[in-house]
């Protein structure tokens, strides 16, 4: 199946004063504490480096596997001073410990798929890498899952008991990225986010101490967790709801530029299908541009629950008349198999807005795309993608009837979340696609904001390292998140020492 290569990559961040009285030297000063990166990573790697995994040091095929080719985007290899692989949870816990006490600087790495330089790595610091924390363990109806599982590990270990859990729509997708930023699956309209199918997380805190956060115990910080990405804890193990689906039916459609309209059309109206009692299905809706040979091509990726095929809920994409249609029925773990995003795959950026589902409007935005990627063909090895995804209203009625919410806050409309994935080849070339990426978005949201049309929602998930997620949260959650990390890591382990990927800020 040829063309599958073409999906391939789709689906597309006091202990200060303690490591003072242990230090001599001079360092930096700020309102947070005192910095001494270099500092602070030679005693973090010196201590870490008595542990019974060590350290892996510069210079050497472990490291260069784990500072740079574990990683989706190019753009997100660095140089870290060491890194730390914790083959337990007490070993996370230990590793805070010396952070805090060392005052040093680190990143986390889960499956590696963030988007962007720093979010996940680090220059001069300590990477922990969770690759070794990838127990599974499959009960009735959850599933414990290590955070240095891919989802698809996570369908392949459910698969025989005839089970599926709400994850990544993709096979190499990492689960503890995605499950602390939300998660879009195609089955939210029904079962809600990935987030809100999480039953329990383990937890090592800033200053070392291991919990358990559920709906009984810990509350306020469950709550947090369920959106809130790496701002309270690094999280040692997700305990997640499971559902019986042992088949599903699937569709794989891909229409020519004639196709267009109408497949924009059908997005918008799986945006607004408000269901009492909605069938479990969703997407992956893509246009892909050459600017080479000018030929546009979108595709649709989806899949219901059930074995009825061809799925029902994609009956007005099925009435556009498609180059290629493909209806399955198969396990989940066979469906995602071949959906893979591998490392490395090439320099990439997103940038992405949401909007209320307008037909034309998000024409003219497809349009417009288009028109940009035209000025910047020169750019070796672009790739430029076009995606959107969808908030049904009954995507946001899990999280508002539960009981226990999450922190988007989304009340029952539907959302358009549009976004421009663009991948290139070259570093020169970094500069000038960032600029292109932003400033067209931010062009494109304003017309938005003008029609009334623009909402401030953005997923972590589709934005690039520009954003800031957390500004479209409501205000209210974001001062309680606020209040909830200052009691569960009053040292700021997780503000001052680990500042990549989406912080909450001061
Ligand atoms: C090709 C592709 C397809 C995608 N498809 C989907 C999709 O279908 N649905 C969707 O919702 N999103 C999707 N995404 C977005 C994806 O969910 C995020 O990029 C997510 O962060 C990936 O998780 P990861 O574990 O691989 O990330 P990483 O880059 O390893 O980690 C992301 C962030 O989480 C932090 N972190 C990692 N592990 C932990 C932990 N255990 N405790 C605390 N913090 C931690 C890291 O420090 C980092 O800041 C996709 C992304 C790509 C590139
Ligand atoms: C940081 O620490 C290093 C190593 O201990 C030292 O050489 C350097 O002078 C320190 N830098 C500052 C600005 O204090
Ligand atoms: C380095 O890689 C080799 C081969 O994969 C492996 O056996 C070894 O355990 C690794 N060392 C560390 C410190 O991870
Ligand atoms: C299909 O489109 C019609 C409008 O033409 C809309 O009413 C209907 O809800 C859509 N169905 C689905 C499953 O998206
Ligand atoms: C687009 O695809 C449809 C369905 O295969 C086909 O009928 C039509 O001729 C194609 N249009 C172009 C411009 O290639
Ligand atoms: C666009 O088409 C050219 C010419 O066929 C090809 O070399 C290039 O790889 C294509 N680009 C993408 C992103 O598919
Ligand atoms: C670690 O922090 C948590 C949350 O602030 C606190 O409950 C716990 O007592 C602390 N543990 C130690 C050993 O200081």
Known sequence: MKYLANFSFLGLACAGSHAASILTGTSVTTPLGSFNLSRGAACACQRLSHTSGGVIRPNSAN??????????????????ACIFLPATANDVAHALEVFGSCDAQFAVRGGGHMN???????????????????NVKVNSDTVEVGPGLTWYDVYSALDSHGRVAIGGRMKTIGVPGLTLIGGFHYFNNKYGYAMDNVVSYDVALGNGTQITVDKDSHGDLF????????????????????????MVSTTIQVYNESGIPDFITAVCNAAK?????????????????????EVVSASVLGVQEGAVSPPSQFSNFTAIPATTRINKIQSMKSWVAVLDSPKQMFRVMFSHKS????????????????????????????????????????SAR??????????????????????????????????????WSRQLTERLHKINVEKGLASDFVYMGDAGGWQNPFAGFPA???????????????????????WGGFKLGI
């Open 398 to 435: 899990v999280a508002l009837n539960n009981g226990i919410g999450n922190v988007w806050g989304l009340e029952a409309e539907p959302l358009i979340l549009w976004q421009f994935s663009t991948g290139w080849a070259l570093a020169q070339d970094d500069l000038r696609v960032e600029a």
């Open 116 to 134: 962007y330089p720093g979010s996940n790595n680090i220059v001069g610091g300590v990477l922990v890498g969770l690759s070794k924390l990838n």
């Open 223 to 246: 709550w947090a967790l369920k959106g809130g990405a790496n701002n309270f804890g690094i999280v040692t193990k997700f305990t997640l709801k499971t559902y019986d689906m042992p």
């Open 355 to 394: 909007m209320k589902p307008d037909p034309e409007v998000l024409y003219s935005i497809y349009n417009a795309w288009k028109d940009a990627v035209d000025e910047i063909a020169d750019v070796e090895g672009l790739y430029p993608t076009f995606v959107t995804n969808v908030h049904a209203p009954s």
């Open 476 to 498: 209210e959650n974001v001062a309680r998140m606020r209040e909830i990390r200052s009691s569960y890591d009053p040292k700021g382990i997780f503000s001052r020492l680990n």
């Open 273 to 293: 299908l408000d269901e009492e009692d909605p069938i479990a299905a969703g997407m992956i809706a893509t246009v892909e541009y050459n600017a080479t040979t």
């Open 63 to 80: 490291y260069t596997a784990q500072a740079a080719d574990a990683y989706w985007d190019v753009r997100a290899d660095l140089s870290p």
